[in-house]
């Protein structure tokens, strides 16, 4: 026998070479599409048969890959393929997606949905790394949308668990954002879909534990706010394939934006790294990022909402560094949960403070009425608790000021904004006439929840005289300026159910 070599103790006897070429085959199936499905098949049982041969770690890890390669290469819209998902998976599968978990037979119904959708579908595999019992590979799906017959691309990254030669457990990111893109449900964001062009960036690939120690390194100091850890960790042609991005991502300083800008939008980021799996240069972690969106985020801007997004990411390292990354996230579910009608209903009673410097409070009620059942659109009120039809002497011949009548719309996940109009009159000159209108106000504030029953806003308040509006129509005619403009901050408290007093006891009647 000839002398053994490398870590997994294979000789260089037929079955290295039988190896050698099933690994060499395996590669070439990869780059090809589903003309290639023959050869898949053949790899596979290679695989199984070498299982015996080969070291039980190496072997194991090798067979689940080619199980992978297997399943996701296959025409899924060929009859019979459902019967072979039960081949494939263990009975108690389950799928961990965007739209929840889902067990072996609730997957069925999708697959058939897909292969209507998309009858030309492909699953173009990218690259794979195995540890233990969990393969992760990095996918393209394309395929012609029916019946706009629009082609579309879609990568995403998957995990799966293997146990006794079937999956039983897989958790996966397509990129359902540029799915929405690619088919005009959404704006586009975006010129590319594809994962882009690889690096060419080569380098010493490193140990799998000290790739895994360098992960954790980062993610750990990073999310502190010390971003000097990127220039250390960072290569200086390090780059960065995130999909949903619009921006090319490269370098440590183009990290460090990519990175600051969530730090920025969530002030209370955490990042769970949920499991990780080594191979070669390449290390893939599951994760899910929690936090409080407190900044702007693609273009969203803070509404303090609670967030939860979740993904998979592979890096490949190159001399103790990150030389490119692969991501693979629910960016759709994270901008579902920026734009979400708030939890907390606006509709009810309020009552508002606005302070006046060196005048004191105005305090008022303030009334909201749904227009809507989504709790988008509102009917308005705000009605001063101690009125001053005057202004604080500035309309000193007004003797009456109309309550505040407008509309309030929900603009982001806590947050709203609303105008309101209403109006100073006098008595007429002439006995008999209605009242003369002296100056129309109109407010304009938006309100952001504190929590569930304060709200805290801010606004303008504007006046015009009644002469402004010429053709009568309760409005200031387009293009009067008003005659004054005040800034205003408010605070506004729910109306609640308060405990009813106690009336003291009827006195005793006199005998």
């Known amino acids: 026998m000839e002398e053994v070599v490398g870590p997994n103790t294979l000789t260089a006897t037929r079955e290295g070479r039988l190896l050698t070429m099933a690994t060499q085959e395996m590669h070439r199936t990869r780059e090809t599409s589903l003309s290639r499905r023959p050869s898949i098949r053949i790899v596979w049982i290679i695989s199984v048969l070498l299982g015996a041969m080969l070291p039980p770690t190496f072997a194991q890890t090798e067979a689940n890959k080619a199980l992978v390669t297997r399943v996701f290469t296959q025409d899924v819209c060929t009859p019979g393929y459902l019967d072979e998902v039960d081949e494939f998976n263990t009975s108690d599968y389950v799928y961990h997606g965007t739209g929840g978990d889902q067990d072996l037979e609730a997957i069925k119904q999708p697959i058939l949905a897909l292969c209507e959708i998309f009858p030309d579908q492909q699953w173009n595999l990218e690259d794979m790394i195995a540890e233990g019992d969990k393969v992760a590979a990095r996918w393209t799906f394309t395929g012609t949308h029916q019946p706009t017959g629009i082609y579309i691309t879609m990568p995403l990254i998957r995990i799966s668990r293997i146990r006794e030669g079937k999956i039983a457990e897989e958790w996966s990111h397509p990129d359902e954002l540029g799915l929405m893109e690619q088919l005009g449900v959404m704006p586009p964001t975006r010129q590319s879909y594809t994962w882009g062009e690889s690096s060419s960036v080569s380098g010493d690939p490193g140990d799998p534990e000290a790739n895994k120690a360098l992960v954790h390194r980062l993610f750990a100091e990073a999310i502190t706010g010390n971003l000097d850890i990127i220039d250390e960790l960072i290569a200086a042609d390090y780059l960065f394939h995130d999909p949903v991005s619009p921006v090319e991502v490269r370098g440590p300083e183009g990290y460090k934006q990519e990175f600051g800008m969530y730090l920025t939008a969530f002030p209370d980021i955490q990042i769970a790294l949920e499991d990780m799996i080594a191979e070669g240069d390449k290390v893939a972690i599951r994760w899910t990022l929690s936090g409080t969106h407190g900044g702007e985020l693609m273009g969203i801007g803070p509404s303090g909402t609670p967030v ?168 200031p005619d387009e293009g009067e300026a008003p005659i004054a403009c005040f800034p205003y901050a408010s605070t506004a408290r729910r109306v609640q159910l308060l405990p009813p007093c106690v009336p003291p006891a009827p006195e005793a009647a006199n005998e």
């Open 308 to 475: 939860t997004v979740t993904g998979i990411s592979m890096y490949r390292m190159a001399d103790g560094k990150f030389v490119e990354t692969w991501a693979s996230y629910d960016a759709l579910g994270m901008i579902q949960q920026l734009t979400a009608p708030p939890t907390w209903p606006i509709a009810g009673a309020w009552i508002t403070n606005v302070p006046i410097p060196d005048l004191g409070v105005i305090v008022g009620e303030w009334t909201v009425v749904p227009q809507d059942a989504a709790g988008l659109a509102f009917t308005s009120e705000i009605r001063a608790a101690k009125p001053d039809p005057t202004i604080f002497g500035n309309f000193p011949d007004c003797d009456h000021e109309s309550d505040h009548i407008g509309t309030t719309r929900w603009t982001a996940s806590l947050a709203y904004e609303s105008t309101w109009i209403g109006y100073g009159t006098k008595p007429a000159e002439t006995p008999g006439q209605l009242p003369e209108i002296v100056y129309i106000s109109i407010l304009s504030g938006k309100a952001r929840f504190v929590d569930r029953n304060t709200l805290a806003g801010e606004g303008t308040h504007a006046f015009y005289l009644g002469s402004q509006d010429v053709d009568g129509d309760g409005f």
